[in-house]
């Protein structure tokens, strides 16, 4: 197995580090690495050997979790670019998407019926695509003086307030 612990999860799975990625090639590098770390491949060589190709498919897990997921990987292209989130102690949020936010829970708390509700994620889901667009273009600018590290960040704390959204439909859906 040669992999290296010090490894970013773009390196780890050999991709370019940038927003925009191929879900289907993730997805195969996961399960190529997958098989390279599985413990059982390392039975005949110890119970130490087993541990580390364990420890190996938690790391190649973690990675995966946060390369696969929109949100995720583009919180930690921030992160590697030296601009945390901090969404637990940094609210702050644009005006506008706060009051496009209150509207949105407003209508949730009048829907009477699913339709109403359906209305309200088809608006959410086209609002997040925006939203994963200006993440693109921030984030996968040709050089790095061109990428917008800190408007990226704001973007990652709106598309965060859209998922707990779309969480909160969903749930208001399902009853």
């Given at each position: ?26 997805d ?14 390392f039975?005949?060589q ?5 541990r ?124």
């Open positions: 197995m040669n992999l290296n612990l010090q490894s970013n999860d773009f390196e780890l799975f050999g991709l370019t580090p940038q927003f925009s990625q191929n879900r289907h090639a993730i195969n590098r996961w399960k190529q690495l997958q098989r390279e770390a599985h413990p059982d491949k039975s005949a110890g119970a130490a050997a087993q580390i190709a364990m420890q190996w498919s938690v790391r190649i897990n973690e990675a995966y979790q946060r390369l696969k997921d929109p949100l995720k990987r583009a919180a930690y292209l921030c992160e590697l670019a030296g601009f945390p989130i901090q969404a637990h102690n940094n609210t702050a949020m644009p005006a506008a998407f706060l009051m496009q936010q209150m509207q949105w829970r407003e209508e949730l708390d009048d829907a009477k019926i699913p339709a109403a509700i359906e209305a309200i994620i088809t608006e959410v889901m086209q609002s997040k695509q925006e939203v994963l667009q200006n993440l693109a273009h921030l984030l996968d600018a040709p050089t790095d003086a061109e990428r917008n590290y800190p408007a990226a960040v704001a973007q990652v704390r709106v598309l965060m307030f859209m998922e707990k959204l779309l969480s909160d439909l969903d749930t208001a859906l399902d009853s």
